[in-house]
């Protein structure tokens, strides 16, 4: 889809704005978790602020909706965003809420052409870390068989997940846990993935700078060269002497 | 081996069909298991659906195998088929009749030549995880000491195993639940493979457009090229001259 | 190392009958671990089945070692070998003679040209899965903390370490046990990077067909084949009217 | 930054003993830990081994600060090493001495241009590994709900850490032991990609030399290079007729 200026313009300039959002939603979302004796106001604050910057990318997604050329094509193409922006509408649940806004910082954040693959994951790698052991906190305390009761066992147990290492001392017991274990596993998988191929591309790229047979071609094109300068210089001497 | 069409057409018609019935399966297998208040009846109709969609797949084996051109070299380039057609009737186990279904289906699936490795790894990894929470759940829960007792518990159990995670917190205790457990870890490492080869491949294809050696080489020859173009204009001139 | 024909005809023939004298050790070394109600009789027998093989294949590194051209070289190329022959003589351990053995089989498995690493990998993989299981059954079972005390169980744990799953239901508790442990982590580990190693190299070199700048290559070759062509052609007929 | 001469050399001839006190070092941080007996003087002594070890890295430091051409430059570029040096004085704890010390040794070991990558993790591993296993002790066996207590105990929990088999027989409770652990467990998983990268790497430069389209690439150049040849000699007599 080629896009508007007047599109691009937008993106490039909401970009720093919502992250800095993405960051305030961060808080927001740890401070009734983390500090279980916050007041009620504060909560209240938090679930605002919450709200509040779901309801920015909602926003932002309407305004890219409404300067896109074709609508129906983007709608397809930015279909999970809909989604995102949706269902907290309909579900007013916080895990929901949670998920929505990661959803749609992500794919905003691909936006920014300069986000390479590494970089991106390794974000989203740090930030489900984070959510993740926040989430599961959140769920796991109030269950009554849940052994992740402390922020502390929360992050200790989202690494021994996400690096597959899976000691057992804490686990999640809940369904919803659970599934959010689930997230952070396949994430693992991934950030695994991710750090292998690094590694592997830049051997081989250094590898590939040793290539035998590329520098065989390398030199079979220089004495090609050679040989046709020689050519032409007999050529030129060739119609000089036609030419006396 | 070269396919006659009648075979080529065979297998393009009865592709979706097969799929369909594919499908039939995975439901008839989990309701008994599932729902273990199911009726007697409701148990039987399960139970000959199964065979049912056995019996279409050995069908299929069986005309494949006679329109096939050369019928030994077919046996013997499909005799993992020919085990899974045979085996159930032999020992007529359900978890047998599963790994003669699933095998039958893989291979079939094989032969639609638009299914890329990734999507085949990644619709097996999902069929393993269905099948094998099912599979564990009906061994383990009739066992005294086992602890994989509801659905819940299977699917997080195969999670858990599948990612090489392993919390330990429900693992299995007989010999045929460990050995679906075998089956799902080194499915596991498989996964763990495709993924980080898919990105590797593509890391690597990223770095390959900006290889320099190569891109000096496109130069030389095109410099090389006008070269030879100038020598050619020249060596014109030179038989124009000599024309006049 | 040139090696001398005397040396590679040795190797060629008495390749088969020392695999075969590696299965013999394995069968020999497994009798007495799963069947502990094996009388004593049956059991000498086994150890002495055990030592020949070691016998033999020490034999067959001296016997190389005769045939090398520069026994020094000879020796430090393979200082490995002579240790896996020397250590059983000072020290009868059993475990040690199973280490020194499988040492020996696995550098002389080496030497067969057409064995490829990965075929040599997952040999191996079986060989210490099978072997690892053994020798941890026959050290835990001993152990009065131990929680390995049947062949399954030995299996069982086995898989679960080697794919790096761990679920901890069993654990080696003996210093000995946890240094087979190591090995068999290790193993895992490579085991892992095989499998994807292989899959990536096979994405790649199909991703490599559609090497853009390649194909440009080829075309700009193909352009300047032409032209010189038709260069060749002109000359020619300038020295055709150069004759008339 | 271009080095000047006097760097270089600095570099090069205390390559040497800075990796002998890194050694040093090593066991005396080692000692008091093991040998829990260790009479106090002994301990002191080690204790000052350690500050020497880490006041020559410092030095060092400063040495090369000395001789940098621009010295902005070099504190920018070696950030990491600057906070290694100081924050030992500022917070006198073991732990935070050893990060250090370890930091300095590393920055050191990676300026040797003939250590490669692959040489680099293995010694970081069984460095990490040593010391993981060493600070995990220190810390846990102090914890009255901790479950690693002898050196046994914690060089097996370092393994199945690092391995991510993670058996959950033993595991850190403090917080403290728990960053070591994650620390391993970040390790760990490089170790898995460097060795799956170099497998790979090698897959992939042995799929190279039988590059289809290079080869085909090569021989036509020379084709080309043969027919320009043959060019020559027809344009040279040429050349001759004409000057008879």
Redesign the interface.
């Known amino acids: 889809m080629k896009q508007r200026p007047a599109q691009v313009r937008w993106e490039q300039h909401t970009q720093r704005p919502l992250m800095a959002l993405a960051v305030l939603f961060a808080v927001a979302y740890a401070v009734p978790i983390v500090d279980t004796s916050a007041s009620k106001a504060l909560t209240s604050v938090c679930t605002a602020a919450e709200w509040a910057v779901w309801a920015a990318f909602a926003a932002d997604y309407l305004v890219r909706l409404g300067l896109a050329e074709r609508r129906g094509e983007f709608v397809r193409r930015h279909w999970l965003d809909l989604g995102a922006v949706v269902l907290p509408l309909i579900q007013p649940l916080r895990l929901l809420r949670l998920v929505s806004t990661l959803l749609l910082v992500g794919r905003r954040a691909r936006m920014a052409s300069q986000v390479r693959?590494t970089t991106y994951v390794v974000g989203s790698v740090v930030g489900l870390l984070m959510f993740g052991s926040l989430a599961v906190l959140s769920v796991e305390r109030d269950s009554p068989d849940g052994n992740i009761k402390t922020l502390?066992d929360a992050v200790?147990w989202s690494?021994?997940?996400m690096?597959?290492?899976?000691?057992?001392?804490h686990?999640p017991t809940t369904?919803l846990g659970?599934i959010l274990?689930?997230g952070l596993?396949?994430s693992?998988?991934?950030?695994?993935?991710?750090?292998?191929?690094?590694?592997?591309?830049?051997?081989?790229?250094r590898?590939?700078?040793d290539?035998v047979?590329?520098?065989?071609?390398?030199e079979?094109?220089?004495?090609?060269?050679e040989?046709?300068?020689?050519?032409?210089a007999?050529?030129?001497?060739?119609?000089e002497?036609?030419?006396q």
């Open positions: 693959l502390g200790w690494f021994t997940t690096t597959t290492v899976g000691y057992g001392d686990a369904g659970r274990a689930v596993m396949l693992g998988i991934a950030l695994l993935g991710v750090v292998t191929a690094n590694i592997a591309a830049w051997f081989i790229a590898f590939e700078m290539d047979e590329e520098r065989r071609q390398t079979a094109i220089q004495q090609l060269t040989e046709v300068r020689q050519l032409r007999e050529v030129a001497s060739l119609s002497q036609r030419a």
